[in-house]
């Protein structure tokens, strides 16, 4: 055998290795019920829970704890996932800017005991360029 066919050998077995490593890592998305189960099995794999903020009547979250001055890395909220579910969540760093805004919300972390402790947070914020909002204002030339 060649040395370039070995060094090719070498090259694609490090690879898979790679591959096969990075495979592993990755999490699944789940609901709260999911993950409260995967928990109690004693399985502590980073989850991805998917779902939206308790909001009251008016449109505005509730259930945010967040006190900069006492403790600025801990926020906690109640999030309401895709069965309807809610759950305490609890993120020790700061709180997202424009958290209360979001469409959608990601947690990535896993259930300990009552409340999910999330170690990252990800965020869908509304769009500003949604359909039928779009505003046009009226321009008249004025002759000079």
Known sequence: ???????????????????????????????????????????????????????????????LIYDPQIDPNHFEFTLIDNENKPCKVIYNAPKPQDFDRSEQVVVIGAMQGNHFKADKILLKCPSKYQENKLETKEYTAKKV
Do not use: P, W
């Open 1 to 63: 055998m060649k040395i370039s066919h070995i060094f090719g050998i070498i090259v694609i077995a490090i690879a898979i290795g790679i591959i096969v490593s990075t495979a592993g890592d990755a999490s699944s998305y789940v609901t709260f019920t999911k993950a409260q189960e995967m928990a109690s099995n004693g399985d502590n794999d980073m989850i991805h829970v998917v779902g939206k903020l308790q909001k009251n009547t008016s449109g505005q979250a509730t259930d």
